[in-house]
């Protein structure tokens, strides 16, 4: 199932009440790149990218009727899937400092934290936060 760039922007609105959202022009443009990886299904998607031996994970959204579900973890193991059968051999991510329960998920699947950039996202009230930076080998 592929979804719109429309489709992604209204299901990122839903699922990141907390930071501002991707907006559709963003996810169509992205979408255009040849590098792009969507994968998705009803309620959920992960977006990013391969270039050569790296994936990057660009966002990760699922509805919140469905969250706690499993999907965020299928989809999660199926970018992770398509990454490697196009070459990557490592998965890179960012996550928000103040997103305890990501972090824990994304740590539960087998990602480790490798850094920090500071003040990377704007929260919806102006706020600022670091952005943890993590990663997972696929070989």
Same mark, same amino acid.
């Given at each position: 199932?592929?979804?719109?760039? $429309?489709?992604?922007?209204? /299901? &990122?609105?839903?699922?990141?009440?907390?930071?501002?959202?991707?907006?559709?022009? $963003?996810? $169509?443009?992205?979408?255009?790149? @040849? &590098?792009?990886? /969507?994968?998705?299904?009803?309620?959920?998607?992960?977006?990013?990218?391969?270039?050569?031996? +790296?994936?990057?994970?660009?966002? /990760?959204?699922?509805?919140?009727?469905?969250?706690?579900?499993?999907?965020?973890?299928?989809?999660?193991?199926?970018? +992770?899937?398509?990454?490697? $059968?196009?070459?990557?051999?490592?998965?890179?991510?960012?996550? *928000?400092? *103040?997103?305890? @329960?990501?972090?824990?998920?994304?740590?539960?699947?087998?990602?480790? /934290?490798?850094?920090?950039?500071?003040?990377?996202?704007?929260?919806?009230?102006?706020?600022?936060?670091?952005?943890?930076?993590? &990663?997972?080998?696929?070989?």
């Amino acid at each position: 199932m592929g979804l719109t760039a $429309a489709e992604l922007a209204a /299901l &990122s609105s839903r699922a990141y009440t907390h930071m501002e959202p991707w907006g559709e022009r $963003a996810f $169509a443009g992205t979408l255009e790149q @040849p &590098s792009s990886l /969507l994968v998705s299904e009803p309620g959920g998607f992960v977006m990013g990218r391969v270039v050569l031996d +790296e994936a990057e994970i660009l966002a /990760l959204a699922t509805d919140p009727a469905v969250q706690r579900q499993g999907v965020a973890r299928r989809l999660l193991a199926a970018f +992770e899937a398509q990454a490697a $059968a196009r070459g990557a051999a490592q998965v890179f991510l960012e996550v *928000a400092a *103040a997103n305890a @329960p990501a972090q824990g998920f994304y740590s539960a699947c087998g990602y480790t /934290l490798t850094g920090r950039r500071k003040g990377y996202y704007r929260h919806a009230d102006g706020r600022r936060d670091d952005a943890l930076l993590m &990663s997972r080998a696929l070989t």
